[in-house]
């Protein structure tokens, strides 16, 4: 799942590239758009599901984005600088550390999460939502690849 996820943060990071801001804004939305189709559909979510569903899905979302964003991108900026190969093992070991400790955020935030979810959907749902989420991220990058090698 952190493959899939990570290339399509890289697919992201990429068309912001190639497109300019105001069309990766617009792609963004296209996406998210998508996967909430998806999602709702696999999870078959009554309306009244989905009206709590998805406020605790977006709020899910964008933690799971800021930890990453303010923590894990320090970490990946140092290891892509020029100098990391000098990182004597007690930086090395720090570096660790805290990639440790934000990977356990994120697993509490996940826990949480998932403990909302409990008093929304049923418990089988909560299950289909990762195959869900899994699901939509091949698809999407089946896509991409579809688009860039023509087929």
Do not use: C
Request: glycine share 4%.
């Amino acid at each position: 799942m952190k493959k899939i996820v990570t290339v399509v943060m890289l697919l992201l990071s990429f068309i912001s590239l190639a497109q300019g801001g105001r069309l990766l804004r617009e792609k963004k939305e296209q996406i998210k758009a998508m996967k909430v189709a998806y999602i709702t559909n696999e999870l078959a979510l009554t309306p009244d599901e989905a009206a709590k569903f998805w406020p605790l899905y977006n709020a899910f979302e964008e933690k799971q984005h800021e930890i990453r964003k303010q923590k894990l991108k320090g970490y990946l900026d140092r290891v892509d600088d020029e100098s990391f190969d000098n990182v004597s093992d007690k930086e090395a070991a720090t570096l660790l550390a805290q990639m440790e400790s934000t990977e356990d955020e994120l697993y509490q935030a996940k826990k949480k999460f998932i403990a909302s979810l409990k008093g929304v959907i049923s418990p089988l749902k909560i299950l289909k939502l990762k195959k869900a989420e899994e699901g939509f991220n091949r698809k999407l990058l089946q896509q991409y690849r579809d688009r860039k090698f023509g087929r």
